[in-house]
């Protein structure tokens, strides 16, 4: 196998740029507990997609305006009518579905559900890396500027208070984040797969680190390591590169488990 296969080259820098934004927002996702959070502003996406090819629009414009309002939404209702998990299930499932059959309903176009739902990262242009890589700078960037306040916020709202931080300020921030880095992500492993790219390589750095820096630092390192395994998987075996990248992230998670107690 040769990574100097031009696709195979693209698939590469495509993953490795992802994992720019998902290492450090899954990060928070973990330690907020946000797991469900991620996975309906994912589902989401599958509606942005509906309403791109709808209205013929920027694809990335759309799953990234219908992602953040997905996000907004929801942290508007949690806590008010809704507990957090009934709102997500109830939002997360009727945009998944709604997006579903909007594709379905969609006349004179042509497209591969599957694709959105699980990721055609060996399909990627250079343009689409370019935008993938500009998208997870920013996502990358904001985390960075507002990294000490959203800690603040993560480890005590009265604390952030009490320090002048507004959490509600900080939510919205991680959740312009989070919809920014789906809809760089929905062409690189789809909208069922972006919250186990998120979640599953800080989970597996949460093991081993001792400081928050430090597990960022190792969720980037673990998810570069999963793409580029994924991807010799899905070149040697024939197998759905998304997936292949889950299943290997997966791997390193439960190596992570057997060597819990090991500090770095």
């Not at 414009?61 to 309002?69: E, K, M, S």
């Not at 109830?90 to 594709?103: D, E, R, Y």
């Not at 709202?157 to 009490?162: E, I, K, R």
């Not at 959490?167 to 919250?195: D, N, S, W």
């Amino acid at each position: 196998m040769s990574f100097l296969d031009d696709f195979m080259v693209r698939a590469a820098l495509a993953g490795l740029g992802l994992v720019l934004a998902t290492a450090p927002l899954g990060c928070f996702v973990v330690w907020r507990r946000m797991a469900y959070f991620g996975d309906a502003t994912a589902h989401a996406a599958v509606l942005g997609v509906a309403l791109s090819l709808g209205f013929s629009i920027s694809l990335f414009l759309g799953t990234l305006v219908t992602a953040l309002a997905m996000g907004v939404l929801v942290s508007s209702l949690s806590g008010r009518t809704f507990a957090m998990d009934t709102a997500l299930g109830v939002l997360a499932h009727a945009a998944l579905a709604a997006g579903l059959v909007g594709v379905a309903l969609i006349d004179g176009i042509r497209v591969d559900v599957m694709a959105y739902l699980f990721g055609d990262i060996l399909s990627v242009s250079r343009l689409d890396v370019g935008l993938i890589w500009l998208g997870a700078a920013v996502v990358a960037a904001l985390l960075i500027w507002r990294w000490q306040a959203l800690l603040t916020v993560t480890l005590s709202p009265d604390l952030a208070h009490a320090a002048g931080l507004d959490p509600r300020r900080e939510q919205m921030i991680l959740t312009l984040a989070l919809a920014l880095a789906v809809a760089v992500a929905i062409k690189v492993v789809g909208a069922l797969l972006i919250g186990a790219l998120l979640i599953i390589p800080a989970a597996a750095a949460r093991s081993f680190s001792g400081t928050p820096e430090r597990m960022a630092l190792a969720a980037g390192v673990i998810g570069s390591v999963s793409v580029l395994a994924g991807l010799a998987a899905s070149y040697h075996w024939d197998t759905p590169a998304g997936p292949s990248i889950v299943c290997a992230a997966t791997a390193l998670f439960i190596l992570a488990l057997l060597g819990r107690g090991v500090r770095i």
